[in-house]
Nanobody
Framework: QVQLVESGGGLVQPGGSLRLSCAASGSIFSIYAMGWYRQAPGKQRELVAAITGGGSTNYADSVKGRFTISRDYAKDTVYLQMNSLKPEDTAVYYC??????????????WGQGTQVTVSS
């Protein structure tokens, strides 16, 4: 059993900052890539940022230069630092991780989502 628990969402004014955290726990053998997705009302879920097991990162064009993804390998935790937030960043943000739970078992896991609202 694996759980991803997110925290750090909330309401912020345009131009403000938020930091999201996502901690993985449970029967974890190893974690490969971790990432953040978001889904705004009426839109499809989209990748925001991802970080591989080796530390390589990639970002959606819409957040480059404003968001930073990082990872604490010892704590099985991934972070998303969001700066210069815009109203169009408003969405539910989901954590995702590619996790090996045994010698032959590996799966894609999701957190429950955390709401980020950017509004004055």
């Amino acid at each position: 059993q694996v759980q991803l628990v997110e925290s750090g969402g909330g309401l912020v004014q345009p131009g403000g900052s938020l930091r999201l955290s996502c901690a993985a726990s449970g029967s974890i053998f190893s974690i490969y890539a971790m990432g953040w997705y978001r889904q705004a009302p009426g839109k499809q879920r989209e990748l925001v940022a991802a970080i591989t097991g080796g530390g390589s990162t990639n970002y959606a064009d819409s957040v480059k230069g404003r968001f930073t993804i990082s990872r604490d390998y010892a704590k099985d935790t991934v972070y998303l630092q969001m700066n210069s937030l815009k109203p169009e960043d408003t969405a539910v943000y989901y954590c995702n991780a590619d996790i090996r739970t045994g010698q032959i078992t590996r799966g894609d896991y999701w957190g429950q989502g955390t709401q980020v609202t950017v509004s004055s």
